[in-house]
Each structure stands twice: as structure tokens, then as C-alpha cells.
């Protein structure tokens, strides 16, 4: 069975999060933080060797502090991050100690998923080497200007929105990190991988696979997180859990 490292960033600002006084990983979604629902899809799973979280360094002590009843029960690795998500990815690929074959990132601000998506694009990364989710663009897509004028319609053939779980061979991701000269630049990891000339599939994203980014997103994930299939599978893994998402 081949084995996958996690890498959770959690090291952002969460600049257009308003109104809360934690960041968004660290928040509550219906009575359990953000970063732990997120989290709890890897932690059993038998071909995940290694999860790791990755958070500001100014938010490390504070964190430990906080959530030292849910880290006494959970398999995690807590690394302090960069000053960009790619560098805060690379920090967590240092802190890989166990063997790995794939690396996958996934943003710790998206709590909901289900065990068939993890599934799915984990055999697709074993298939092609990279791998990503994509939800096809639907809509019209409009360009605009400063001034928010429309300057364009752009043409959405083949236009796909980027989604995590990003997966990759462990070789492959890390020799991408090595080769890039301006990692603050990149948006995603899939991103570098591409400056290698390396192929990236993407697979079918899941709608209600959101980034929790605005106020409005957090209030969809409260609606989406009781329309996900449960299975139960997750169920008894700290004594926080509740009747955890498949």
C-alpha cells in the first residue's frame, strides 16, 4: 500500500475573515474547530503515514496552549510555517520523517470532505503522479478593469477552478519546491509542478469541497456539513468527536 503525507497550511492571516477572534482554521464549526475536522479525514486512514499541521510561528504557542487536549489525542505534527503558503508547504515537507511516497496538501480551511473524494484523488496521484481536483466552470466568466468596468468575456473551455487535496510523488513535489527561485509567487502547488514541465491531472472537484475564506463561506460549510454522507468511519478517533463525516 503505498503511503501518503499530509500537509495542512493553516499559516495564513485570514485578512477577510471578519468578525471572529480566532483565524478560520481555528474557529468553530458547529462545536469543533475548523483544523480538526479537516484533519480527522487523514488521521486513521491506513495509507496516511504522516499529518501534518503547518501554522504561523507567532500563533505556536498560543495553539499549543489552546488546543493541548485535542493534540494529546491526535497524530499530528504542529511546524511553524513561512512567509507565503508555498514556503509554509516546504516547511512541511521538511518536517516529513516518515517514509513516504505521495505528498498531499490540503488547505486546513477545507473541513469537508468525505472518505470517497480522499479515495479518489489518492488512487489518481498513484495513476498519473499529480493530481488535482477541478470543478468545471459553469458560468460566464467576465474580465474587468480598475475601474470594474467588463473589459473582457473570457472564453471558459477548459477552464477549471483549483481545489485540494493537491497530490503528488514525493520526489516529484519536492524537486519542483527545490527548482523554484520565487516560491512567494505561487498559488498553488500544483502550480510548481508545472514549471518542471510535469503533467497535472485533474479529476472531478466536489461542490461543497469550499475553502473557507469570507463570512459567507464559513456560513455555507455550516449548511454543507449535515448534507455530507456519513459513514461513521472516523467515529471514536478523541473524546471530541462527534458523529464525524466519511
Given at each position: 500500500?503505498?503511503?501518503?503525507?499530509?500537509i495542512?497550511?493553516?499559516?495564513g492571516?485570514?485578512?477577510r475573515?471578519k468578525?471572529?477572534?480566532?483565524?478560520k482554521p481555528f474557529v468553530?464549526?458547529k462545536?469543533?474547530?475548523i483544523?480538526?475536522?479537516?484533519?480527522?479525514?487523514?488521521l486513521?486512514?491506513p495509507?496516511?503515514?504522516q499529518?501534518?499541521l503547518?501554522?504561523?510561528?507567532?500563533?505556536?504557542?498560543?495553539f499549543?496552549?489552546?488546543f493541548?487536549?485535542n493534540?494529546?489525542?491526535?497524530d499530528?505534527?504542529?511546524?511553524a510555517?513561512?512567509?507565503?503558503?508555498?514556503?509554509?508547504?516546504?516547511n512541511?515537507?521538511?518536517a516529513?520523517?516518515?517514509?513516504?511516497d505521495?505528498?498531499a496538501v490540503?488547505?486546513?480551511?477545507r473541513?469537508l470532505l468525505?472518505?470517497q473524494w480522499v479515495?479518489?484523488?489518492?488512487?489518481?496521484?498513484?495513476?498519473?503522479?499529480a493530481?488535482?481536483p477541478?470543478?468545471?466552470i459553469?458560468?460566464?466568466?467576465?474580465?474587468?478593469?480598475?475601474d470594474?468596468?467588463i473589459s473582457a468575456?473570457?472564453d471558459?473551455?477548459g477552464?477549471?477552478?483549483?481545489?485540494?487535496?493537491?497530490?503528488?510523488?514525493?520526489?516529484?513535489?519536492?524537486?519542483a519546491?527545490?527548482?523554484?527561485?520565487?516560491?512567494?509567487?505561487?498559488?498553488?502547488?500544483?502550480s510548481?509542478?508545472?514549471?518542471i514541465?510535469?503533467?497535472?491531472m485533474?479529476?472531478?472537484g466536489?461542490?461543497?469541497?469550499?475553502?473557507?475564506?469570507?463570512?459567507?463561506?464559513?456560513?455555507l460549510?455550516?449548511?454543507?456539513?449535515s448534507a455530507?454522507?456519513?459513514?461513521?468511519?472516523?467515529g471514536?478517533?478523541?473524546?471530541?468527536?462527534d458523529?464525524?463525516?466519511?
Amino acid at each position: 500500500m503505498s503511503q501518503f503525507a499530509v500537509i495542512l497550511p493553516a499559516a495564513g492571516q485570514s485578512s477577510r475573515f471578519k468578525g471572529f477572534q480566532r483565524k478560520k482554521p481555528f474557529v468553530e464549526l458547529k462545536g469543533r474547530p475548523i483544523w480538526v475536522r479537516t484533519a480527522e479525514h487523514f488521521l486513521n486512514r491506513p495509507d496516511v503515514c504522516q499529518t501534518i499541521l503547518v501554522i504561523a510561528p507567532e500563533d505556536l504557542d498560543w495553539f499549543r496552549e489552546t488546543f493541548k487536549a485535542n493534540l494529546a489525542f491526535m497524530d499530528i505534527t504542529v511546524v511553524a510555517g513561512g512567509a507565503s503558503r508555498a514556503e509554509s508547504v516546504r516547511n512541511g515537507i521538511l518536517a516529513i520523517k516518515k517514509p513516504a511516497d505521495y505528498i498531499a496538501v490540503h488547505d486546513a480551511a477545507r473541513p469537508l470532505l468525505t472518505t470517497q473524494w480522499v479515495d479518489q484523488i489518492f488512487a489518481a496521484a498513484e495513476s498519473y503522479q499529480a493530481a488535482i481536483p477541478g470543478l468545471k466552470i459553469s458560468s460566464t466568466i467576465k474580465r474587468i478593469g480598475d475601474d470594474a468596468l467588463i473589459s473582457a468575456t473570457v472564453d471558459r473551455t477548459g477552464l477549471v477552478q483549483a481545489q485540494t487535496p493537491q497530490v503528488f510523488s514525493a520526489p516529484l513535489l519536492q524537486k519542483a519546491m527545490a527548482s523554484c527561485r520565487n516560491l512567494a509567487a505561487a498559488t498553488d502547488d500544483a502550480s510548481l509542478v508545472e514549471s518542471i514541465s510535469q503533467p497535472v491531472m485533474v479529476i472531478d472537484g466536489w461542490p461543497m469541497n469550499i475553502k473557507i475564506t469570507t463570512n459567507e463561506d464559513f456560513r455555507l460549510a455550516e449548511l454543507f456539513l449535515s448534507a455530507l454522507p456519513k459513514s461513521g468511519g472516523l467515529g471514536g478517533l478523541h473524546p471530541f468527536a462527534d458523529d464525524l463525516l466519511s
